[in-house]
């Protein structure tokens, strides 16, 4: 199997699976894609699996179904190890709320060929951010300064969810091992994976807030995040021995 696989997690996804696919496949980029959806109760799932039925993409779209809500990092490591047994080379993370415009996917794909991790960046040259707030603004970038500084790495969006894993890496990091169920789980994947000394690439993409649907962000995934930067930083050396 030499094409790719993006996985994109659903919880209560239903006004916008059926576009995100449309725009992915529309592309032609050769890769499948993957929905783990989490038991959603609008019933994502049951649409993706009704496209799945009429072979619209031809094999390329596949759906993990998971019993319920534990975070979005436990639902991305569920997909990982599905891709895993699948041997693709390459695994891409993506939103489902459009949030991720798949025009930068094509870049994604290329820049695998010479890098581990591929980074969708909203805070390098080139990228940014629409309809945000300016509160909405700093906490993202205030959020990604703070992970940079205590975890010492060079990362300008260390918070981003738009990103591309060669195989290698996620074969490396101990996904059993992962602490973070929220979106702490992007900066703790980043942190595994320039710990085990792979290549980090940022291009720049502009991430648009979704149209259609609600925002899973709440106050508890935020002081997640927080505490889990500090204890990822403290138990360096236990990580390094894990993975």
């Given at each position: 199997m030499s094409r790719g696989v993006?996985?994109?997690?659903?919880?209560?996804?239903?006004?916008?699976?059926?576009?995100?696919l449309e725009k992915v496949f529309a592309l032609d980029l050769g890769v499948d894609i993957l929905i783990v959806d989490d038991n959603?109760?609008?019933?994502?799932?049951?649409?993706?699996?009704?496209i799945i039925d009429t072979n619209t993409y031809n094999g390329?779209?596949?759906?993990?179904?998971?019993?319920?809500?534990?975070?979005?990092?436990?639902a991305y490591v569920a997909g990982f190890k599905w891709c895993l047994e699948r041997e693709y080379p390459f695994v891409i993370e993506m939103d489902a709320?459009?949030?991720?415009d798949p025009k930068y996917l094509p870049a994604f794909i290329e820049n695998i060929k010479e890098y581990d991790l591929v980074i969708g960046s909203r805070y390098v040259a080139g990228g940014g951010v629409v309809n945000w707030s300016p509160l909405r603004k700093f906490i993202?970038?205030?959020?990604?300064?703070?992970?940079?500084?205590?975890?010492?790495?060079?990362?300008?969006?260390?918070?981003?969810?738009?990103?591309c894993f060669r195989r290698e890496v996620l074969e490396a990091i101990d996904l059993d091992g992962?602490?973070?169920a929220g979106y702490a789980f992007q900066i703790e994947m980043n942190y595994r994976?320039?710990?085990?000394?792979?290549?980090?690439?940022?291009?720049?993409?502009?991430?648009e807030d979704r149209v259609a649907g609600k925002s899973k962000m709440s106050k508890k995934i935020f002081i997640e995040a927080l505490l889990n930067v500090v204890t990822l930083r403290l138990n360096k050396k236990q990580i390094l021995k894990a993975d």
């Open positions: 993006i996985v994109i997690p659903t919880y209560n996804e239903i006004e916008n699976i059926e576009v995100i959603s109760p609008d019933k994502t799932y049951e649409k993706v699996q009704e390329q779209l596949h759906l993990l179904i998971r019993a319920q809500k534990e975070g979005l990092g436990k709320d459009l949030s991720h993202s970038f205030g959020g990604s300064t703070y992970a940079r500084t205590i975890l010492g790495i060079s990362i300008k969006d260390v918070t981003g969810g738009f990103k992962i602490i973070s994976t320039i710990l085990k000394g792979f290549k980090v690439k940022e291009v720049p993409i502009i991430f």
